[in-house]
Protein backbone atom coordinates (compact mmCIF):
# COMPACT_ATOMS: atom_id res chain seq x y z
CA UNK A 1 0.00 0.00 0.00
CA UNK A 2 2.77 2.27 0.98
CA UNK A 3 4.40 2.00 -2.70
CA UNK A 4 1.08 2.41 -4.21
CA UNK A 5 0.76 5.51 -2.23
CA UNK A 6 4.17 7.10 -3.65
CA UNK A 7 3.47 5.66 -7.43
CA UNK A 8 0.38 7.81 -7.25
CA UNK A 9 1.92 10.97 -5.65
CA UNK A 10 3.84 10.99 -9.31
CA UNK A 11 6.44 12.97 -8.11
CA UNK A 12 9.63 13.19 -10.55
CA UNK A 13 11.89 15.25 -8.92
CA UNK A 14 9.75 16.11 -5.48
CA UNK A 15 9.98 13.99 -2.69
CA UNK A 16 7.26 12.58 0.07
CA UNK A 17 8.05 14.06 3.56
CA UNK A 18 6.19 11.55 5.51
CA UNK A 19 3.53 9.01 4.88
CA UNK A 20 1.49 7.89 7.42
CA UNK A 21 0.10 4.58 7.80
CA UNK A 22 -2.20 2.96 10.47
CA UNK A 23 -2.33 -0.75 11.29
CA UNK A 24 -5.25 -2.83 12.74
CA UNK A 25 -5.30 -6.30 13.97
CA UNK A 26 -1.35 -6.88 14.56
CA UNK A 27 -0.07 -10.51 14.47
CA UNK A 28 3.04 -12.45 15.63
CA UNK A 29 6.78 -11.57 14.15
CA UNK A 30 7.19 -14.81 13.43
CA UNK A 31 3.91 -15.35 11.09
CA UNK A 32 4.30 -12.25 8.69
CA UNK A 33 6.39 -12.87 5.69
CA UNK A 34 8.40 -9.79 5.45
CA UNK A 35 9.30 -6.33 6.97
CA UNK A 36 8.14 -4.09 4.07
CA UNK A 37 11.17 -1.28 3.78
CA UNK A 38 11.22 1.74 1.84
CA UNK A 39 14.81 2.19 2.23
CA UNK A 40 16.64 -0.97 -0.17
CA UNK A 41 19.91 0.12 0.98
CA UNK A 42 18.83 -0.68 4.57
CA UNK A 43 16.94 -3.80 3.41
CA UNK A 44 20.27 -4.88 1.93
CA UNK A 45 22.10 -3.96 4.97
CA UNK A 46 19.54 -6.41 7.08
CA UNK A 47 19.76 -9.27 4.78
CA UNK A 48 23.84 -9.24 5.23
CA UNK A 49 23.44 -8.86 8.84
CA UNK A 50 21.18 -11.74 9.24
CA UNK A 51 23.45 -14.01 7.16
CA UNK A 52 26.39 -12.86 9.36
CA UNK A 53 24.42 -14.05 12.44
CA UNK A 54 23.96 -17.23 11.02
CA UNK A 55 27.63 -17.63 9.55
CA UNK A 56 28.92 -16.97 13.34
CA UNK A 57 26.23 -19.17 15.08
CA UNK A 58 27.49 -21.76 12.67
CA UNK A 59 31.24 -21.33 13.34
CA UNK A 60 31.57 -18.86 16.00
CA UNK A 61 31.70 -15.06 16.44
CA UNK A 62 35.41 -15.05 15.00
CA UNK A 63 35.18 -15.95 12.02
CA UNK A 64 33.90 -13.17 10.28
CA UNK A 65 34.24 -9.46 10.70
CA UNK A 66 35.62 -6.39 8.69
CA UNK A 67 38.38 -7.24 5.79
CA UNK A 68 40.27 -4.65 7.72
CA UNK A 69 40.69 -6.22 10.95
CA UNK A 70 42.15 -9.71 9.18
CA UNK A 71 46.00 -10.04 8.45
CA UNK A 72 47.30 -12.33 5.66
CA UNK A 73 48.94 -15.62 7.44
CA UNK A 74 53.16 -15.53 6.47
Known sequence: MA???MEAA??????????????EDPVDAG????????DDA???RLV???AVDRVRDKYG???I?????????S
Open 3 to 5: YQL
Open 61 to 63: PAI
Open 31 to 38: QVAQQISL
Open 10 to 23: GLQRGRLVAIGLRG
Open 48 to 50: AEA
Open 42 to 44: REA
Open 65 to 73: GPATTFRRA
